[in-house]
């Protein structure tokens, strides 16, 4: 899945190495289709995304807020780049790093598109922000819904846990893509651009968004799963908007790269193999011993190595072992929370690190981009480990 070869897409070789699991007699059926329908809840919210996503940008919801931040430019890349930022962090925090992924990605390549701007440095804000502030609240990534699970804190022993933390990885995560990007912002962007007229089924969309987000915050207040209300509101959405416009829905759905829900259903079944051959009660077991010697050097050593294991595996799979880890090991709270830090900022080093950053590159491919493994990886060398390191620091002591 990391290599790619014959540049077949993610989700072929999920479904092949979860294939493999079945018919080399590795994994019963039953106990396969029982992880494939654990993933139900994510399959909801991604679908839920994926259409608000899709209507907006049928609507011109993501030309029209293009224009609008070229225009607040005022010609600076620097402060385009900055702007993009900001809204990045904001769609993460309030609707999740995968929203930011599938919704935000279009506006910005939009944006760079209107402001005859090099779409890429703008682009690497929204897989790089989708990770770095995906621990300010825990709906910004349902990672953290799978990792805590029954015990997850509620709002405000949250916050004193994390928003220093957050705060921190979200303003060196920018530092580092600043440097990185520094030449390519030196250079002008557009500075005048008529605003486009907003059509009534963009202002639906846009109205269905907000709506969403609003849902979202509600429904983790009583401590639900996200994945149904997401899915009904973007159903929803794009429902008023193609009956009012008496359109078909074929459209819609033909544009949604559903390929995404039989990735995520894969590595479920790879970490039901996983669980299958009693690695997890082993390393649960070596964790608890290692809380009970040392508990800043386990929380150090725990958050680092998970950070590292999400870019071999993805940090859907690891999220999912490192809550069984928590669960069977009764580990310190210190410890799980580095286990967050580790399995929300760890992803930012490869490209498909987290889920998040594989919609980021299915979005880019669908514009007519590309970005290898390689290219991301010197990048994110650059921008992760200062973001991580910061973070543990400040959530362990």
């Known amino acids: 899945m990391i290599l790619r070869p014959w540049r077949l897409p993610e989700a072929v070789w999920a479904v092949l190495?979860?294939?493999?699991?079945?018919?080399?007699?590795?994994?019963?059926?039953?106990?396969?289709?029982?992880?494939?329908?654990?993933?139900?809840?994510?399959?909801?919210?991604?679908?839920?995304?994926?259409?608000?996503?899709?209507?907006?940008?049928?609507?011109?919801?993501?030309?029209?807020?293009?224009?609008l931040a070229v225009r607040h430019a005022r010609g600076s890349g620097r402060r385009l780049f900055l702007l993009i930022y900001v809204v990045g962090t904001v769609v993460t925090v309030f609707m999740s790093n995968d929203a930011t992924a599938v919704?935000?990605?279009?506006?910005?390549?939009?944006?760079?598109?209107?402001?005859?701007?090099?779409?890429?440095?703008?682009?690497?804000?929204?897989?790089?922000?989708?990770?770095?502030?995906?621990?300010?609240?825990?709906?910004?990534?349902?990672?953290?819904?799978?990792?805590?699970?029954?015990?997850?804190?509620?709002l405000l022993p949250w916050l004193s846990h994390f928003a220093l933390a957050s705060a921190a990885a979200i303003l060196a995560t920018y530092l580092a893509l600043r440097i990185a990007q520094r030449a390519a912002l030196r250079q002008p962007v557009a500075r005048e651009m008529a605003l486009p007229p907003l059509s009534g089924g963009g202002r639906a969309a846009a109205a269905g968004i907000a709506a969403t987000a609003s849902l979202l915050l509600l429904v983790s207040g009583f401590d639900l799963p996200l994945g149904l209300p997401t899915c009904v509101a973007g159903a929803m959405t794009a429902a008023l908007v193609l009956i009012a416009r008496r359109a078909s829905p074929w459209p819609v759905l033909g544009?949604?790269?559903?390929?995404?829900?039989?990735?995520?259903?894969?590595?479920?079944?790879?970490?039901?193999?996983?669980?299958?051959?009693?690695?997890?009660?082993?390393?649960?077991?070596?964790?608890h011993r290692a809380a009970q010697a040392s508990v800043v050097g386990t929380a150090w050593g725990?958050?680092?190595?998970?950070?590292?294991?999400?870019?071999?595996?993805?940090?859907?799979?690891?999220?999912?072992?490192?809550?069984?880890?928590?669960?069977?090991?009764?580990?310190?709270?210190?410890?799980?929370?580095?286990?967050?830090?580790?399995?929300?900022?760890?992803?930012?080093?490869?490209?498909?690190?987290?889920?998040?950053?594989?919609?980021?590159?299915?979005?880019?491919?669908?514009?007519?981009?590309?970005?290898?493994?390689?290219?991301?990886?010197?990048?994110?060398?650059?921008?992760?480990?200062?973001?991580?390191?910061?973070?543990?620091?400040?959530?362990?002591?």
Request: hydrophobic share 55%; net charge neutral.
């Open 255 to 287: 544009g949604i790269a559903w390929s995404v829900l039989p990735l995520v259903a894969g590595l479920f079944v790879l970490v039901e193999g996983v669980a299958q051959t009693g690695v997890i009660a082993l390393l649960a077991g070596a964790l």
């Open 103 to 154: 919704v935000l990605t279009p506006a910005v390549f939009a944006a760079a598109r209107a402001a005859r701007a090099e779409p890429l440095p703008y682009l690497y804000i929204c897989a790089f922000i989708a990770n770095a502030a995906s621990f300010v609240l825990p709906i910004s990534n349902p990672a953290n819904l799978v990792l805590y699970g029954r015990h997850m804190p509620a």
């Open 17 to 67: 190495g979860a294939a493999a699991l079945v018919g080399g007699g590795l994994l019963p059926v039953r106990a396969a289709w029982q992880a494939v329908g654990r993933g139900g809840d994510v399959y909801l919210f991604l679908t839920g995304m994926m259409l608000l996503s899709e209507i907006a940008r049928r609507e011109g919801l993501f030309d029209w807020l293009a224009a």
């Open 302 to 397: 725990s958050g680092t190595g998970l950070a590292l294991l999400c870019n071999m595996m993805n940090n859907l799979p690891a999220g999912l072992i490192a809550s069984s880890l928590v669960t069977a090991g009764e580990l310190p709270p210190r410890v799980t929370d580095a286990l967050l830090v580790g399995v929300d900022l760890g992803p930012n080093l490869s490209i498909t690190g987290s889920l998040a950053t594989i919609l980021w590159l299915t979005a880019l491919r669908r514009e007519g981009m590309s970005v290898s493994f390689g290219q991301f990886l010197r990048l994110g060398t650059l921008v992760m480990p200062p973001a991580l390191l910061l973070a543990l620091w400040l959530t362990i002591f």
